[in-house]
């Protein structure tokens, strides 16, 4: 199994990113996928989520209207587009699936990360 995130750089406050997370290793559309970030001296927070079929959608209030989240079952890839930036949006970004199905609930995968920074 692996989860590979890309996309992070450093960007300007009020710029935009698109991280991707390309999934191998585990059947893609039966795993609800996540958007987490970590910054410095902080615990892990959830940013965004997006169901298996892409149905549904929900995010942290810190980021809501100004981060997408949506995934190409096909290329069994998630994005998460992030627009509007501030500082305090700068992190390690991670990349999560955790099983939708009762075959595969207890199955629970992380990325290595990816990191954004905010800055002028």
């Known amino acids: 199994v692996q989860l590979v995130e890309s996309g992070g750089g450093v960007v300007q406050p009020g710029g935009s990113l698109r991280l991707s997370c390309a999934a191998s290793?585990?059947?893609?559309?039966?795993?609800?996928m996540r958007w987490y970030r970590q910054a410095p001296g902080k615990g892990r927070e959830l940013v965004a989520g997006?169901?298996?079929?892409?149905?549904?959608?929900n995010f942290a209030d810190s980021v809501k209207g100004r981060f997408t989240i949506s995934r190409d079952n096909a290329k069994n890839t998630v994005f998460l587009q992030m627009n509007s930036l501030k500082p305090e949006d700068t992190a390690v970004y991670y990349c999560?699936?955790?099983?939708?199905?009762?075959?595969?609930?207890?199955?629970?995968?992380w990325g290595q990360g990816t990191q954004v920074t905010v800055s002028s």
């Open positions: 290793g585990f059947i893609f559309s039966s795993y609800i």
């Open positions: 997006i169901t298996g079929d892409g149905g549904i959608t």
């Open positions: 999560n699936a955790i099983g939708e199905t009762i075959a595969t609930m207890t199955k629970n995968y």
